[in-house]
């Protein structure tokens, strides 16, 4: 604690003057943390003690700085290629590689439902392959398997995103990271219909007018979530130790958390997993009934005082039973 000779009084008022808790640690001569925790035990008995950011040496969250660091970032490329939100405290739940069939509704979906019921997360993001794109792949046809035509593929993920939709509190917040597999939609009309570019329904977002496409998106100046980047099972971590950043990426269809601390702090490279079945019809023959490493589920972010706490993966126990498993626990779905 600090000082003795400090009393609750006095420690109101030096609070008040400097307005930051690490300013009152210096000059009471204690750990940061003794501040936070006498301001805590006083905040209890009704007093109000802000932080006002006034030294580069705090971590406390300033939002103008943050919104104008961010606002730069997006500037750095034309419209829609990034987007971004200025968040202090909230959460943010990031899905990937949904690979959304016809008639295939995954145990990790239904998780994904009932934790947006359950959180009510500030933004969600399908972070890429919504969209499978199975019967326009530049990749040949394997023997004589049967794959989805595109307007039965794209009732599956419009089905599936309206579900996300009349779950989540804030829909202005629905972002889509575009993904490789969401990318051949227009590639293949772009190769053999060139002369409807523009025309309304020629592209994968006219479908799905909530949701906001991007390539990245930014959480403040220091977490960016996007399909994909580095490759391989050691992505996360390759991801951020060469961005400077905590990175959220999907694709590789493998969930991990990786922290990484140096001298600027620790930051957190994410795989996120798969929201399909990975035993789902989509992968059957394009496995070869393979071993498939891979993981279905998804990742919760969380922030506080600007900061982004250690992710949390929400990570399918048993597809067939609808179990999950979350914060220690085996979770029904």
Same mark, same amino acid.
């Given at each position: 604690?600090?000082?003795?000779?400090?009393?609750?009084?006095?420690?109101?008022?030096?609070?008040?003057?400097?307005?930051?808790?690490?300013?009152?640690?210096?000059?009471?001569?204690?750990?940061?943390?003794?501040?936070?925790?006498?301001?805590?035990?006083?905040?209890?008995?009704?007093?109000?003690?802000?932080?006002?950011?006034?030294?580069?040496?705090?971590?406390?969250?300033?939002?103008?700085?943050?919104?104008?660091?961010?606002q730069?970032?997006?500037?750095?490329?034309?419209?829609?290629?990034?987007?971004?939100i200025?968040?202090?405290?909230?959460?943010?739940?990031?899905?990937?590689?949904?690979?959304?069939?016809?008639?295939?509704?995954?145990?990790?979906?239904?998780?994904?439902?009932?934790?947006?019921?359950?959180?009510?997360?500030?933004?969600?993001?399908?972070n890429?392959?919504?969209?499978?794109?199975?019967?326009?792949?530049?990749?040949?046809?394997?023997?004589?398997?049967?794959?989805?035509?595109?307007?039965?593929?794209?009732?599956?993920?419009?089905?599936?995103?309206?579900?996300?939709?009349?779950?989540?509190?804030?829909?202005?917040?629905?972002?889509?990271?575009?993904?490789?597999?969401?990318?051949?939609?227009?590639?293949?009309?772009?190769a053999?219909?060139?002369?409807y570019?523009?025309v309304?329904?020629?592209?994968?977002?006219?479908?799905?007018?909530?949701?906001?496409?991007?390539?990245?998106?930014? *959480?403040?100046?220091? !977490?960016?979530i /996007?399909?994909?980047?580095? =490759?391989?099972?050691?992505?996360?971590? &390759? $991801?951020?130790?060469?961005?400077?950043?905590?990175?959220?990426?999907?694709?590789?269809?493998?969930?991990? *958390?990786?922290?990484? !601390?140096?001298? /600027?702090?620790?930051?957190? =490279?994410?795989?996120t997993?798969?929201? &399909? $079945?990975?035993?789902?019809?989509q992968?059957v023959?394009?496995?070869?009934d393979?071993?498939?490493?891979?993981?279905?589920?998804?990742?919760?972010?969380?922030?506080?005082?600007?900061?982004?706490?250690?992710?949390?993966?929400?990570?399918?126990?048993?597809?067939?039973k609808?179990?999950v498993?979350?914060?220690?626990?085996?979770?029904?779905?």
């Amino acid at each position: 604690m600090p000082k003795e000779s400090c009393t609750e009084a006095e420690f109101i008022e030096l609070f008040k003057e400097l307005k930051s808790p690490q300013a009152v640690a210096n000059f009471l001569g204690v750990n940061v943390r003794c501040v936070y925790r006498r301001r805590t035990d006083i905040e209890k008995k009704g007093f109000k003690l802000p932080t006002e950011n006034t030294s580069g040496n705090t971590r406390e969250f300033n939002k103008a700085e943050v919104q104008a660091k961010l606002q730069q970032r997006l500037e750095e490329t034309r419209h829609s290629v990034r987007r971004g939100i200025a968040m202090e405290k909230g959460r943010v739940l990031v899905f990937s590689d949904a690979h959304f069939y016809p008639d295939d509704e995954t145990t990790a979906f239904r998780a994904l439902v009932e934790c947006i019921k359950e959180f009510r997360p500030e933004v969600i993001v399908c972070n890429g392959d919504a969209f499978d794109g199975a019967s326009i792949s530049r990749h040949p046809r394997i023997g004589w398997d049967s794959k989805p035509t595109v307007k039965q593929e794209l009732d599956a993920v419009t089905y599936h995103l309206n579900e996300i939709e009349k779950a989540s509190t804030f829909k202005s917040n629905l972002i889509w990271t575009l993904g490789n597999h969401d990318a051949r939609f227009e590639t293949f009309l772009a190769a053999n219909a060139p002369q409807y570019e523009g025309v309304q329904g020629y592209s994968l977002k006219d479908f799905f007018p909530h949701w906001q496409p991007c390539w990245s998106y930014w *959480v403040n100046d220091s !977490t960016v979530i /996007k399909h994909m980047w580095k =490759g391989g099972f050691g992505a996360g971590r &390759a $991801n951020a130790l060469n961005s400077g950043v905590s990175m959220v990426t999907g694709h590789t269809h493998n969930m991990s *958390v990786m922290p990484i !601390t140096d001298y /600027k702090g620790t930051r957190y =490279g994410v795989q996120t997993g798969m929201l &399909a $079945n990975p035993n789902g019809e989509q992968f059957v023959d394009y496995t070869q009934d393979g071993v498939k490493d891979w993981r279905s589920g998804f990742v919760m972010l969380t922030y506080d005082r600007g900061e982004l706490l250690i992710p949390e993966m929400v990570q399918v126990w048993d597809e067939e039973k609808g179990e999950v498993q979350f914060r220690g626990k085996i979770w029904s779905v």
